[in-house]
């Protein structure tokens, strides 16, 4: 299947700092990438859908000011969580669609992060 | 109404049993579905994929379609401890076109 990889896998930062994670699909072109967030025990969340080129589209209730996405290429996302605080702690996990994949997404290996 | 909603569970079978993992959707106009193993920590894995209706088999696991009672199932034959994990039931199409909804998932345990 095709690779996608996302890092840091983990990161600790102090609260009020901004927070990068990457997302590159390795063996193939992404022209979409998906950014979810998962909390403890719960299902993943959509955040926002990243197009090369273009502006993100984010769904309701995710703060594009505070979660900002740059799909800069076809292979690659960022996502960056501004002033991070406490509540924003969770599992950030990106995916890609293979182009003519029928819907099937690949996931990126998540990122844990923890705001102190 | 969840759009995508699995049994709760969680769910525990005997080493070598069948694991059966349900799921229903909303939306009608859902095209493709699909089943993701989820282990603690990681990311989810893309396990199977159905489009149609009626059954598709991979190995030790079957997921069936019937669309016009809007469910999915995955059935995994000869259970292992390795399948213990979460698994995510997914729809794409209809009104979400391009998106992928997740149902809240439902934690297997097979013990040995």
């Known amino acids: 299947g095709a690779v996608v990889s996302q890092h840091p896998s983990w990161v600790i930062c102090k609260s009020g700092t901004s927070v990068k994670i990457e997302c590159r699909s390795l063996d193939f072109q992404a022209t979409t990438m998906f950014w979810y967030r998962q909390f403890p025990k719960q299902s993943l969340m959509l955040m926002a859908t990243?197009?090369?080129?273009?502006?993100?589209?984010?769904e309701q209730g995710v703060e594009k000011d505070k979660f900002l996405i740059n799909h800069a290429s076809l292979t690659l996302s960022t996502l960056t969580v501004t002033s991070a605080h406490p509540e924003d702690s969770s599992f950030y996990i990106c995916?890609?669609?293979?182009?003519?994949?029928?819907?099937?997404?690949?996931f990126g290996s998540g990122t844990q992060l923890s705001v102190l | 109404q969840k759009e995508v909603e699995q049994n709760s569970g969680p769910l525990s079978v005997p080493e070598g049993a069948i694991a059966s993992l349900n799921c229903t959707y909303s939306d009608r106009g859902s095209q493709s579905f699909f089943w993701y193993r989820q282990y603690s920590g990681k990311s989810p894995e893309l396990i199977m994929s159905?489009?149609?209706?009626g059954d598709k088999e991979d190995g030790r696991f079957t997921a069936q379609l019937n669309k016009a009672s809007q469910y999915v199932s995955l059935l995994i034959r000869d259970s292992q401890p390795s399948d213990s994990a979460t698994y995510l039931c997914?729809?794409?199409?209809?009104?979400?076109?391009?998106?992928?909804?997740f149902g809240q998932g439902t934690i297997l345990t097979v013990h040995p």
């Open positions: 159905i489009y149609s209706n």
């Open positions: 990243s197009n090369e080129g273009s502006k993100a589209t984010y």
């Open positions: 997914a729809a794409a199409g209809g009104t979400s076109y391009g998106k992928l909804t």
């Open positions: 995916s890609a669609r293979v182009a003519g994949g029928n819907e099937k997404l690949f």
